[in-house]
């Protein structure tokens, strides 16, 4: 998978780029990420990325030719299909199941807006899809962009040490993960379930589902309907 990240504050990505899973995951090979700044492919000597909305209104609107330029630059570069995606509020909202579906993909183009807002041209004829992570507004779309590319890369086959891993994370079956422990089996006056020390793999299994269920009504009885 290779995934192009396109914003005016590329320098934010190293802290997600740099460590952790993503990190491990472009080492070996499984994924390639590029994070660009848009202002290189402006023409102008202020590398100028924003202007006054036509009507007027407060705030400024991020210009539709520099992003243009930068898709353009980035799909000659890629072999194979690209699908470009809009982080903005009015998306589609960001799942499980949609990282998935994502997670397929081949080549990913992720442009994150910013200021007042940005072009509608960018969402009539350059991006594919529209994706938000939730029902409020940030500064721009590098968070989000953050949040999708962790999302994602973790699902990339090899990535995860236990390739098991994945089946029993929230929202998997639309449930939530079970209650989890480790070492020491008693800390205080807090013992660990005797179930889960019981060595009875049967039993083991048949707690955490329950629990898993249980945890689920409690918390989200929403994901229980689907």
Known sequence: MRIDIISIFPKMFSAVLDESIVKRAQAKGKVK?????????????????????FGGGSGMVMQVEPIFRAVQAIKKKVKGKVKVILLCPQGKKFNQAYAKKLSTCCNLILICGHYEG???????????????IGDYILTG?????????????RLIPGVLGDKNSLNFESFEGN????????????????????????????????????????????????????
């Not at 779309?141 to 890369?153: C, K, P, Q, R, T």
């Not at 205080?188 to 179930?195: F, G, I, M």
């Not at 918390?219 to 689907?226: G, I, T």
């Open 175 to 226: 449930l939530l993960e079970y209650p989890q422990y480790s070492r020491p089996a008693k800390f205080r006056n807090w013992p660990v379930p005797e179930v889960l020390v019981s060595g009875d793999h049967d039993r083991i299994y048949a707690w955490r589902k329950f629990q898993a269920l249980k945890r689920t009504k409690q918390r989200r009885p929403d994901l229980l309907k689907k």
């Open 33 to 53: 990420i590029f994070a660009h700044d848009l202002r290189d492919y402006t023409l102008d000597k202020h590398r100028k990325v924003d202007d006054r909305p």
């Open 118 to 132: 940005i072009d509608e041209r960018v969402r009539q004829y350059l991006a594919d899809e529209e994706i938000s």
């Open 141 to 153: 779309g590098e968070l989000a962009a953050m949040v999708l590319v962790d999302s994602l890369v």
